[in-house]
């Protein structure tokens, strides 16, 4: 993280609905690729990829890649009272995220992970 991460900078970043659903479901499924996100939210991959380079640049998330997928995941460096409010914000919202992770639940061909993460 290239500068430390504020309440205005975090918030800012997390208005956006798309950006919010991605973090929550980095939250629930801890790494996700950018397939299986534009499956989750039924949006476009380049919409998608926006929104998470928008993510990455900001601090929140972290990206790896693996042969031909890019997967993401909270960035590890990400301080305990965002992922606190993350957290609080999943579990008082599953609901609305339902849809979403039912869809990525849906998902024929999701990408294998390395058993081995870097």
């Known amino acids: 993280m290239s500068e430390a991460l504020t309440p205005t900078s975090v918030f800012k970043c997390l208005a956006d609905e798309t950006r919010i659903r991605l973090m929550l479901l980095a939250t629930r499924e801890d790494e996700?690729?950018?397939?299986?996100?534009?499956?989750?939210?039924?949006e476009s991959q380049?919409?998608?990829s926006r929104h998470l380079a928008q993510l990455r640049t900001a601090g929140l998330l972290a990206d790896?890649?693996?042969?031909?997928?890019v997967y993401y995941r909270l960035h590890p460096?990400?301080?305990?009272?965002?992922?606190?409010?993350?957290?609080?914000?999943l579990d008082a919202n599953r609901?609305?995220?339902s849809p979403a992770a039912q869809r990525l639940e849906g998902m024929d061909g999701r990408p294998e992970r390395a058993?081995?993460?870097c």
């Open 77 to 89: 460096e990400l301080p305990e009272w965002v992922r606190s409010i993350l957290r609080t914000t």
């Open 115 to 117: 058993n081995a993460c």
């Open 32 to 42: 996700l690729c950018v397939c299986e996100l534009t499956c989750a939210l039924d």
């Open 95 to 97: 609901d609305w995220l």
């Open 64 to 69: 790896r890649r693996q042969g031909q997928w």
């Open 46 to 48: 380049p919409k998608i």
